[in-house]
């Protein structure tokens, strides 16, 4: 390997800790801001189950959706998972309001163009009662993906030159970044018009945006929107 290819993932594995950090700690925000309870019917769009495992998460009947041929499956857990295949742009099968719950971490960025976001905003929004949809914002100084310090402010023929050298290696990797679209605070609260819109912090600087609409519980035990 290449020292350059050695030292990109050197970097990723000193990126795991912090990354796993982060994913706990917005875990926990939603269980405090969106009144999760156990029982509650979640639909993970694009997610894996890992996200969910852990303990302080009341047991929740969660299902997974992704496209095929991406889905992971957990064997252990205190939740009951269900695993379907299909477009979170396209929810086909699910009619409106059928889950407590619609989440996403880190997927809206990687669905495709602008008109495919709207669809899976219009998706999360049709098919819970709440939402939680979360996506990186530009302005942390390490961009998510690729590792590099400020990648989305450098000049598009540097950002090209860079992905060409970048794809003989990892093309997968290197298809990923270049389908990678971005979306800034007030992009994301066009797109979620009822929601909240959450910034997650780290040192002061943005690290994320979160879109989020709780599902009240009325005194009978009834959902319904906030």
Same mark, same amino acid.
């Given at each position: 390997?290449?020292?350059?290819?050695?030292?990109?993932?050197?970097?990723?594995?000193?990126?795991?800790?912090?990354? @796993? #950090?982060?994913?706990?700690?917005?875990?926990?925000?939603? %269980?405090?801001?969106?009144?999760? +309870?156990?029982?509650? !019917?979640?639909?993970?769009?694009? &997610?894996?189950?890992?996200? #969910? =495992?852990?303990?302080?998460?009341? !047991? %929740?009947?969660?299902?997974?959706? =992704?496209?095929?041929?991406?889905?992971? *499956?957990?064997?252990? $857990?205190?939740?009951?998972?269900?695993?379907?295949? &299909?477009?979170?742009?396209?929810?086909?099968?699910?009619?409106?309001?059928?889950?407590?719950?619609?989440? $996403?971490?880190?997927?809206?960025?990687?669905?495709?163009?602008?008109?495919?976001? %709207? @669809?899976?905003?219009?998706?999360?929004?049709?098919?819970? *009662?709440?939402?939680?949809?979360?996506?990186?914002?530009?302005?942390?100084?390490? /961009?998510?993906?690729?590792?590099?310090?400020?990648? #989305?402010?450098?000049?598009?023929? %540097?950002?090209?030159?860079?992905?060409?050298?970048?794809?003989? *290696?990892?093309?997968?990797?290197?298809?990923?970044? /270049?389908?990678?679209?971005?979306? &800034?605070? !007030?992009?994301?609260?066009?797109?979620?018009?009822?929601?909240?819109?959450?910034?997650? +912090?780290?040192?002061?600087?943005? *690290? $994320?945006?979160? @879109?989020?609409?709780?599902?009240?519980?009325?005194?009978?035990?009834?959902?319904?929107?906030?």
């Amino acid at each position: 390997m290449e020292l350059r290819y050695a030292r990109f993932h050197a970097f990723t594995q000193l990126l795991r800790p912090f990354s @796993a #950090w982060a994913r706990r700690r917005r875990m926990a925000t939603l %269980l405090r801001i969106a009144r999760v +309870r156990e029982g509650m !019917s979640v639909l993970d769009l694009g &997610g894996a189950p890992q996200i #969910w =495992n852990y303990p302080f998460i009341p !047991s %929740l009947n969660i299902t997974i959706l =992704n496209l095929p041929g991406k889905i992971e *499956k957990s064997s252990e $857990s205190q939740h009951r998972f269900r695993y379907l295949e &299909g477009d979170a742009c396209r929810v086909e099968g699910v009619a409106d309001q059928s889950f407590d719950f619609v989440f $996403s971490n880190s997927v809206i960025e990687h669905v495709g163009d602008a008109e495919r976001q %709207l @669809a899976f905003a219009r998706e999360a929004r049709r098919v819970g *009662k709440g939402y939680w949809i979360q996506t990186p914002a530009v302005w942390f100084p390490i /961009e998510a993906h690729t590792g590099m310090p400020f990648w #989305w402010f450098y000049p598009e023929s %540097l950002k090209k030159a860079l992905i060409e050298r970048w794809r003989a *290696k990892l093309p997968v990797w290197t298809e990923m970044i /270049e389908t990678t679209r971005v979306i &800034g605070r !007030s992009d994301l609260a066009k797109m979620f018009p009822d929601a909240t819109i959450l910034v997650e +912090r780290v040192s002061g600087i943005p *690290k $994320s945006y979160t @879109a989020y609409r709780i599902p009240v519980i009325d005194p009978r035990g009834q959902r319904d929107q906030a």
